[in-house]
């Protein structure tokens, strides 16, 4: 079976043949963007890491390629906007909860290793701080100052002359006449509008709490060597796939192309490049600067699994923008509890082996066919809708090698806890609903009609149902 993905270099899908067909590594090997630890990650950054961890499954757990997965965590102090400006979130989130910035990034990263455990995301195979790798930051920059490749500003920091690389921008199809306005910071210092810091100056006048000894004055990386440097020392200087959201495509994905192919030397640097598109909330992207910052701890106390999230995710494409709505996640969790119903008292075999030898185990061509389906959409590019609708179709008739495919599925790729034995569920109702159904039962004495149909839309809207018996009612989840 063909694994077809979508790459952002060529434009179109392409056939997955990693470098170690070619005899060039012995890994399928695989970098993600990770998380700058200055706050909860929310349920759109999520969404990014739970399209990686199907990515990873696809190839190791169903084409059986050995997998080295390498994912960084932002905790060094740096200028998060593209532009080389604007504040260091570290340091101005660290002063707002009165800890250090290193205490800041350690209570982060244990939250965020929380969040995907409560996604059923199993943690990258490294998993580097850029904190450690200062040393390795330096050294690209000390090969392109003697590659001739850049220039200093002085009291601003060391940039990258993108003028001296002829194949600048190719990923983001970047040339003069569709840079955005505004899409790059002007600065009159700057040779080109596209150049970028590799590091900066520390202000003479400001004490910042992560800056470093440099060859040149007291410093602080710029936004992009990091990722080039961790992923450079633990997949090399050429690798297969590189991950993250659309919107690094243009400025960072684009400059760590300029200065990692520029200081090692191998083109292309990455051979497939996959983005993720975003999570919406009200047609915006979801994002802690616009105020969209649902969380974890948000979703529990509206009685919402995690798992009811990552089945969300996949009922779209990860190429696809997703408008999150309560709705929609009222659905996905009645979808995933019907299926849990369903399958957890069905009687299963454990299911292990490659694609082909799974196959071979199957006893009638029409089961054979159901998991050449679902492999299909799995490697026609991460196709999620496409695999659910296929599980939702053949449930209909299910029997006990459906089921074995199924079972084998929700380990390896679906994760959604489908075969957990369903306990009877005790509902807890709130407080607050309670008080809302005392309000409507009063209305209704009094024959105040409008009211009570009031009262009952607003306990629907807290996703419960009121049922009304002989002087009295009943609540039910919805």
Not at 255 to 279: D, W
Not at 292 to 318: C, N, P
Not at 382 to 400: G, H, V, Y
Not at 408 to 420: A, G, I, N, P
Request: net charge negative.
């Amino acid at each position: 079976m063909e694994f077809k993905i979508y790459n952002t270099m060529s434009r179109q899908k392409e056939t997955f043949v990693p470098l170690m067909d070619e005899w060039k590594k012995d890994f399928v090997w695989i970098y993600s963007c990770g998380p700058t630890v200055y706050w909860n990650p929310h349920i759109g950054n999520m969404r990014a890491f739970a399209f990686e961890d199907l990515l990873r499954c696809t190839v190791r757990d169903i084409l059986w390629y050995p997998t080295k997965h390498v994912m960084n965590l932002t905790d060094v102090g740096h200028l998060t906007d593209d532009e080389d400006t604007g504040e260091d979130k570290m340091e101005k989130w660290a002063k707002r909860e009165n800890k250090t910035v290193w205490e800041l990034a350690d209570m982060y990263i244990a939250k965020f290793f929380e969040y995907m455990d409560e996604l059923n995301i199993e943690n990258f195979d490294v998993m580097p701080r850029a904190t450690d790798h200062i040393k390795e930051q330096i050294e690209m920059v000390k090969i392109l100052e003697q590659k001739g490749y850049t220039y200093e500003i002085p009291d601003d920091g060391i940039y990258m002359d993108t003028s001296k690389v002829a194949d600048y921008g190719k990923l983001a199809n970047l040339d003069n006449q569709n840079l955005k306005a505004g899409a790059r910071i002007q600065n009159d210092n700057k040779r080109n509008i596209t150049d970028f810091a590799l590091w900066k100056f520390s202000p003479k006048w400001e004490k910042r709490q992560m800056e470093r000894d440099s060859p040149r004055w007291i410093w602080f990386p710029g936004r992009h060597i990091e990722c080039s440097a961790m992923s450079s020392k633990y997949l090399g200087h050429q690798f297969d796939i590189h991950t993250w959201w659309v919107d690094h495509i243009w400025i960072h994905h684009t400059n760590e192309i300029a200065q990692s192919e520029c200081t090692f030397g191998e083109k292309p640097r990455v051979k497939y490049r996959m983005h993720n598109q975003f999570l919406n909330l009200w047609w915006k992207k979801l994002s802690k600067s616009t105020g969209g910052l649902i969380t974890v701890d948000w979703l529990q106390k509206e009685w919402f699994s995690w798992l009811d999230l990552r089945l969300l995710y996949m009922t779209a494409h990860y190429r696809s923008f997703l408008d999150f709505n309560m709705d929609l996640l009222k659905q996905a969790q009645t979808q995933r509890k019907n299926l849990n119903k369903k399958l957890s008292n069905l009687e299963y075999v454990e299911l292990s082996g490659d694609y082909e030898n799974v196959k071979s185990r199957l006893t009638t061509n029409e089961w054979k066919e159901f998991l050449d389906k679902c492999v299909w959409a799995i490697c026609d590019d991460l196709n999620t809708p496409k695999l659910l609708a296929e599980i939702n179709t053949w449930l209909r008739t299910p029997t006990a090698e459906i089921i074995w495919v199924i079972h084998r599925l929700d380990q390896v790729f679906l994760k959604l806890d489908l075969f957990e034995k369903v306990e009877e569920e005790t509902i807890e109702i709130p407080v607050e609903v309670k008080e809302l159904a005392e309000q409507r039962l009063q209305a209704k004495a009094e024959k105040n009609y409008a009211l009570a149909d009031e009262l009952r839309n607003k306990i629907t809207g807290m996703w419960f149902t009121i049922k009304d018996i002989p002087g009295w009612y009943e609540i039910n989840s919805l």
